[in-house]
């Protein structure tokens, strides 16, 4: 019995350059939610869940227009957040990441990925697919788990918009990352929100 958990962080958002906390998805960010859906459309999916800002639920809202048979849910269980703090054995690179982090910010993220992990990371009594549309950080965190990696390790792992990130649980056996932002359905012009150039 598998349990199957596709995150697939949302489709790009309109103007995030200018450093909106949320907003509309870009035409762009339209099109990578549409070639998503096309990618999972034969997917037996039993469950689906979004963040509640409006950049994940509109992807999520698209993809549920090409795959009727999802019914996806919000869930503050995916908010974006910052899923753990600094720590002794962090990289020291990473220390300015944290410069306008509080601590409150952090206790909540802490929290929520906590709980976020129980419950979707959990194996299920028969065979389950779940599809999960959230934010980067979440998803490094689910990575991390599935890793058993050090806390901080949630930095530096990135997916790009409507990148897909497949994990399998299973009773008795250690989760399996099956695949990590696959983004074999998105041509080159829509490959975005990653924090380096593609060097291919
Ligand atoms: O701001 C970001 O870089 C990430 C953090 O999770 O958020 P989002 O995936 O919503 O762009």
Not at 39 to 53: D, I, K, N
Not at 58 to 87: H, N, V, W
Not at 118 to 135: I, S
Request: charged share 20%; proline share 10%; hydrophobic share 40%.
């Amino acid at each position: 019995m598998s349990h199957f958990i596709y995150l697939v962080r949302h489709g790009e958002q309109q103007d995030a350059e200018y450093g909106l906390p949320d907003g509309p998805l870009s035409p762009r960010g339209r099109r990578q939610a549409q070639a998503i859906a096309e990618r999972l459309s034969g997917v037996p999916f039993t469950g689906a869940w979004h963040s509640p800002l409006q950049r994940a639920a509109e992807t999520a809202k698209i993809m549920q227009e090409r795959m009727p048979a999802i019914d996806s849910q919000p869930s503050a269980l995916l908010f974006d957040c910052y899923p753990s703090g600094p720590t002794p054995d962090m990289p020291r690179s990473f220390e300015s990441f944290f410069g306008g982090v509080t601590e409150e910010e952090i206790d909540a993220g802490q929290a929520q990925m906590a709980d976020a992990t129980a419950e979707f990371l959990a194996p299920a009594p028969g065979d389950r697919h779940d599809l999960l549309v959230t934010h980067n950080f979440v998803i490094g965190w689910f990575v991390r788990e599935v890793l058993d990696a050090p806390n901080w390790r949630w930095l530096g792992i990135n997916q790009a918009n409507c990148g897909l990130t497949i994990i399998r649980v299973r009773t008795a056996k250690p989760p399996v990352l099956v695949t990590h932002n696959d983004l074999g359905h998105l041509p080159v012009e829509l490959r975005t929100g990653m924090p380096d150039d593609w060097p291919v």
